[in-house]
Structures are given as C-alpha cells and as structure tokens.
C-alpha cells in the first residue's frame, strides 16, 4: 500500500530539513535560506541549497526532500527512510490495512471534490446571483486579480446549490460531506437529509502549503451570524495545523518579505494585495504551537501581529507564553501591535502600505514584548510588586528548554529590570570617600576567614556567608552590585532568602544604613538569617562594620569571583564585551566594568592566599 499523500505531507513538516542535512555537512545561513558543501560530490566551493522543504545542489544537480535525502545519504531504502524520520518526528506509520487503503482513496478523492467545489463557487460568484457578493469584494478595496488570485467565490442561496453543480461530475452527497461541504441536518435524524455547510457567504479557499484547496470559509452578507464559519476537521483539514495564504506566504517569504500573522481572511488578502507577501492568518482560533512550528519553516522570526486593545494584548500574551518551550537560538518571533482600533485591512485601505510598513518597523523582539505583557499595564513600584515581577521573568526564563538561550533571556530581563529600578529609586545618601589601608600600591588583604578544612559545600555556603554579610554591614555597596548579585546562584535556604530581602529592601530605602537595614530585617522575620551570616567566626575582616568601603567592594567582588567561578566569569566577560560592541549600551558596560573587578578582586585574592588544602 503507497502510504497516503496526508500522512507524507505531515511528515516532512515535522522534519526541519537544515537540522537532518547538517548531521552531515556544516551548513550556514544564507538569506532565506542555509548553504554548505554538497555531501553527495566533492567540492570546495559551497553550491549545495537547502529550503524549508527541499535541498538541491547546483553543481552534481542533487534534489529532493526529507526522505529522499536519507535514501541518498545512508543507503536507506524509502519505507526504512520513512520509519526513521517518522521515528523521530513522534509519527506512526499507518499499516497496510484495507481500512487504510480506503482512506488513502478517500483523500485522493477529496482533494478532487474541494478541487471541483472551488471551481463552482468561483463561476457562481460571476452570475448575476453572486453580483451582491461580488460587489462587496469590490467595496472592500480587492482587484479582480486578487479575487481570482485567492479563488474567492460565492455560495449561492439556493439550498442543495452546490450538490447539483457537482452532481454532473459523478461527485455525491456523501463525498461532500466528506469534505466537510454539507452536513446532516439534524445529526439524530438521518432521515431529514443534508443540507449546504455554506450558504449566502462569500467563500474564501483555504490550501494547504502545497497549494492544494483542502476546506474553505465563508462571511455572510448582511447581518446575521456567525459572520464567518469555516469547515469542520475532515481527512484533509486540521484547523490547528492550517494557517490561511501560508502557500503564498511560502513563496512570498522566498523573495524576502515579512512573514506576518494578522487574524482574518480579509486581513491577509488586503496585505497580499499591498506587496506583504508574506501575511498568514489562523483559521478563526488561536495560534497553535502547530502552527508556530509552519510558520519557523518558512520564516526564522516571524511577526504576530495585534490589536492594540486588552483582547488583543491577551492574544500576544497567550502567543508568548505558547512560543517559549519552542524556542530555539535560530527561531524567534516579533510582536507588533495596532492601534486606534485599526486591523490590518482597514489601515492600509486607509494610509497605504507605508502605514503597514511601519507597523512592522516597529515590531519588538519577544524577549522586550514579552517584558511589557509581564509588567503590566502599571509598572512595578512596590519592593512586594518588584519581586513578585522578578520571580515572573525568572519563571518565564526557566520555559525556555535551550540553556543558553534561556540564560540570555534572564540576562537581558535582569538587565533592564535593574535598568529600570535605577532610574526609579530615589537619590540614597552620599557614599563616603574610599581611604586605603594600606601603602600607596599595597594590595590590601581580605583574608581572615577561619582556615579549617571543610567539604566544598561548606566551602561555598561560607563565601555566600561572606559575601552577604559585607552587605548586610556595607549595604551603601547595594546599588553597585546589586544585579551580580540577583543573577548569582547561591545555597538555597538562609542565603537566598537573604539576597530577596537584602534586593526587595533596596528599592524603597531612602537611606543605605546598616542599622536601618538590620531593624528592616528584624522586623520582616529574617533577623535569625541576619544574625547567622553576621557571626564573627570564620567572617573576613572586610565583612567587619569598621572595615573601609574600598576593602569592602574589593572582598566581595573577590568572593562573588569564587562563587561564579573564574572561568565563567571570563566567559560572561567576553560576551559582554561582544554585546557593548553590537550595542554600546551603558548598561553592558557598567556590567564589563563589574566583571573586571571581580576577576582582577578573584585574581589579587588567590594570589595572596597560601596554596593549603581544604582553604577557602
């Protein structure tokens, strides 16, 4: 039994073709899409193209798929290649059964009978019947090459209209249902027959990514409801799978436009017809995680783009929240919103497609929309209403499965999180002058915790230990380390809820005293956690309340190097200076400044520290 068109179609969707070629040769990005050296012949100079849904190589004239690429590359013949792809795009290959071999006719079928009905509804439009609905497309702005373009037509209002049409062409009652044309009208009672699934609408096709017609859609004229209905799930039509104009879009985004998600058929017309050829729409629900993994086929950082009220900010909300455990380092989205209660068709029948235009101009990144939804439409002022936010970027950071790109989204939120705080917090009382202790050029010591030899977790809890207390004692340093010491990973328990409430205190303290601090913390509950990261023994001198604020800094940038480590922070060192070349943001530069010292603190530190088992 050939396998049925359906289930190869779905199967080379889940299967990203740059991922399963580049096990075989270093592919790279180039434009729209990735380039590299043709696995199949030996060449120097790259020649080997891959799309989002074949390869081809313009040397040895290699071509193909998914499946063809397996068969090529390892031997495989097609039923193995089939198994394995299937495998591992989580699909089950169907059986050989007679109940199968039905079904695959029946999708043959199909594809014909959605064929023929397109073809139907397009010739009714142009009678004198479909002139209402004609003129309405007309009225709303639409080409005659637009209409033919998207193969809109017109159902007519006669009922069993359709059947009759197709009845010459041996097409029956049952096929149509099949196609999701006609239903029964009543479900219980076989017997009262079947009637249209679309009648008095203006019909919109809808295509699969091949450009197949495989359902259809409908908008009544006049004011009754629902205003549009599309067709039930059939064997060709999955609503969460589809997205409206994505074979357009394919072709659109190939010759560099914008792939960008708008809410309905009219929508994505009105853009096509403007040169935005790369405009989709969900089938009348919202966007699935189905229908992100198309989109990322097609385009690596698609825009969604809302309305600008509360339903439509809920609609990005719910779309961010859905993207983040798919994201990945080469697949993104970028959120723009409407305003003035405009949608997509009606802004560019109204200011062109330069108004569009800048629409998108001023799409943000998901990592700052998803930052504005987090914060709400009221910024977060209280110490209460910044944590609580802080724990909602933490929290949407970790849905990120990619470790990396999850760190960077942390990182990025963190810094305009303190970014922001800064700007917020009112003047604190002037820091005093920094006095060495020592001799001009005489590296002042910060050693004095008790040597004794101990396991590593102990070792680590201490140096927290330390390093909060300097804090607890010097809280005037608060301001300049204040986001090291939010994004550093410290022993759960005693220390970490000592840097919440050390960091949930800072924005509101009108002055940086340690007393104040330590009756804010006796009052809060937390004063058995202040009391034990302050005790005496095994504390470094610049932990001491009389110790200098310089030897204070210095020791806890040397014990904020110890915890993070020296080579993560030469790794977080060079990233920074990557970012402050691609951005010269003050805030990448004040965090490579903050990690200079801790590196050149951790540094000076070790080297006054005799090399002893078990120190810390």
Same mark, same amino acid.
């Given at each position: 039994m050939a396998l049925p068109p359906a289930f190869l179609d779905e199967l080379r969707a889940r299967t990203p073709l740059p991922g399963l070629i580049g096990r075989k040769t270093r592919l790279a990005r180039n434009g729209r899409?990735?380039?590299?050296?043709?696995? &199949?012949?030996?060449e120097k100079t790259p020649s080997f193209y891959v799309y989002d849904d074949h390869f081809h190589c313009f040397g040895c004239g290699a071509h193909g798929d998914a499946i063809t690429f397996l068969m090529r590359a390892e031997g495989a013949s097609f039923p193995e290649a089939v198994e394995r792809l299937a495998g591992e795009a989580g699909l089950?290959?169907?059986?050989?059964?007679?109940?199968?071999?039905?079904?695959?006719?029946?999708?043959?079928?199909?594809?014909?009978?959605?064929?023929?009905?397109?073809?139907?509804?397009?010739?009714?439009?142009?009678?004198?019947?479909?002139?209402?609905?004609?003129?309405?497309?007309?009225?709303?702005?639409?080409t005659e090459a637009t209409i033919a373009r998207f193969g809109l037509g017109w159902s007519g209002e006669g009922r069993g209209a359709l059947a009759a049409d197709l009845k010459a062409e041996g097409i029956t009652p049952e096929q149509l249902v099949a196609a999701g044309l006609m239903k029964p009208r009543d479900p219980?009672?076989?017997?009262? @027959?079947?009637?249209?699934?679309?009648?008095?609408?203006? =019909? /919109?096709? %809808?295509?699969?990514?091949?450009?197949?017609? =495989?359902? &259809?859609?409908?908008? %009544?004229? @006049? +004011?009754?409801?629902?205003?549009?209905?599309? @067709?039930?799930? !059939?064997?060709? /039509?999955?609503?969460?799978r589809s997205l409206y104009g994505l074979d357009l879009a394919r072709e659109g985004a190939f010759r560099g436009g914008t792939v960008v998600v708008v809410e309905g058929y009219m929508d994505v017309i009105a853009l096509h017809q403007a040169g935005f050829g790369g405009a989709v729409a969900p089938l009348g629900t919202a966007l699935t995680a189905e229908q992100?993994? $198309?989109?990322?086929?097609?385009?690596?950082?698609?825009?969604?783009?809302?309305?600008?009220?509360?339903?439509?900010?809920?609609?990005?909300?719910?779309?961010?929240?859905? #993207?983040?455990?798919?994201?990945?380092?080469?697949?993104?989205?970028?959120?723009?919103?409407?305003?003035?209660?405009?949608?997509?068709?009606?802004?560019?029948?109204?200011?062109?497609?330069? #108004? &569009?235009?800048?629409?998108?101009?001023?799409?943000?990144?998901?990592?700052?929309?998803?930052?504005?939804?987090?914060?709400?439409?009221?910024?977060?002022?209280?110490?209460?209403?910044?944590?609580? /936010?802080?724990?909602?970027?933490?929290?949407?950071?970790?849905?990120?499965?990619?470790?990396?790109?999850?760190?960077?989204?942390?990182?990025?939120?963190? +810094?305009? /999180? &303190?970014?922001?705080?800064?700007?917020?917090?009112?003047?604190? $009382?002037?820091?005093?002058?920094? !006095?060495?202790? @020592?001799?001009?050029?005489?590296?002042?010591?910060?050693?004095g915790l008790q040597r004794t030899a101990i396991n590593q977790e102990a070792i680590c809890l201490e140096r927290a230990r330390n390093l909060l207390a300097i804090l607890l004692h010097h809280p005037a340093l608060l301001p300049e380390v204040e986001e090291a010491l939010?994004?550093?990973?410290?022993?759960?328990?005693?220390?970490?809820?000592?840097?919440?409430?050390l960091l949930a205190w800072l924005p509101g303290a009108d002055h940086l005293d340690s007393t104040k601090l330590m009756d804010h913390l006796r009052e809060a509950g937390w004063e058995t956690a202040a009391s034990w990261a302050t005790r005496k023994r095994g504390l470094s001198q610049a932990a001491d309340p009389g110790a200098q604020p310089k030897e204070a800094l210095e020791a806890w940038w040397h014990f904020f190097g110890l915890l993070r480590g020296e080579a993560e922070l030469i790794e977080d060192r060079a990233e920074a200076e990557r970012?402050?070349?691609?951005?010269?943001?003050?805030?990448?530069?004040?965090?490579? %400044?903050?990690?200079?010292?801790?590196?050149?603190?951790l540094r000076r530190g070790e080297a006054d520290e005799p090399a002893e088992s078990g120190t810390i």
């Open positions: 899409q990735w380039k590299g050296c043709c696995p &199949f012949h030996n089950e290959v169907p059986k050989a059964t007679p109940q199968a071999a039905e079904r695959e006719r029946r999708a043959r079928d199909l594809y014909g009978v959605c064929a023929a009905a397109e073809a139907a509804f397009r010739r009714r439009l142009m009678l004198p019947e479909g002139r209402p609905a004609l003129d309405y497309l007309r009225r709303r702005g639409l219980d009672r076989p017997e009262a @027959g079947l009637v249209d699934m679309f009648f008095n609408r203006v =019909i /919109f096709p %809808i295509r699969d990514r091949r450009g197949r017609t =495989i359902s &259809f859609g409908g908008r %009544i004229l @006049g +004011d009754g409801q629902p205003k549009y209905v599309n @067709g039930p799930e !059939t064997e060709l /039509f999955s609503k969460r992100m993994e $198309a989109l990322w086929q097609v385009s690596p950082e698609p825009v969604l783009c809302f309305d600008g009220d509360a339903a439509g900010a809920k609609a990005a909300f719910r779309s961010a929240e859905l #993207a983040l455990p798919l994201l990945a380092p080469d697949r993104s989205l970028r959120l723009a919103m409407l305003t003035g209660g405009e949608d997509p068709d009606t802004l560019v029948a109204k200011g062109g497609p330069a #108004a &569009f235009e800048a629409v998108l101009a001023g799409a943000k990144p998901l990592s700052a929309a998803l930052y504005d939804l987090l914060a709400g439409a009221t910024p977060p002022a209280t110490p209460e209403q910044r944590a609580a /936010f802080r724990n909602r970027l933490d929290a949407a950071a970790k849905c990120i499965p990619d470790k990396a790109l999850s760190s960077e989204y942390r990182r990025a939120w963190l +810094d305009r /999180f &303190f970014a922001e705080g800064r700007s917020a917090r009112p003047a604190s $009382a002037p820091r005093p002058a920094w !006095t060495p202790r @020592g001799k001009p050029g005489e590296l002042v010591s910060i050693r939010a994004g550093l990973e410290l022993p759960a328990g005693d220390c970490t809820q000592l840097r919440e409430a970012m402050l070349v691609a951005t010269n943001d003050p805030v990448v530069q004040q965090r490579l %400044i903050s990690l200079n010292k801790a590196l050149d603190a």
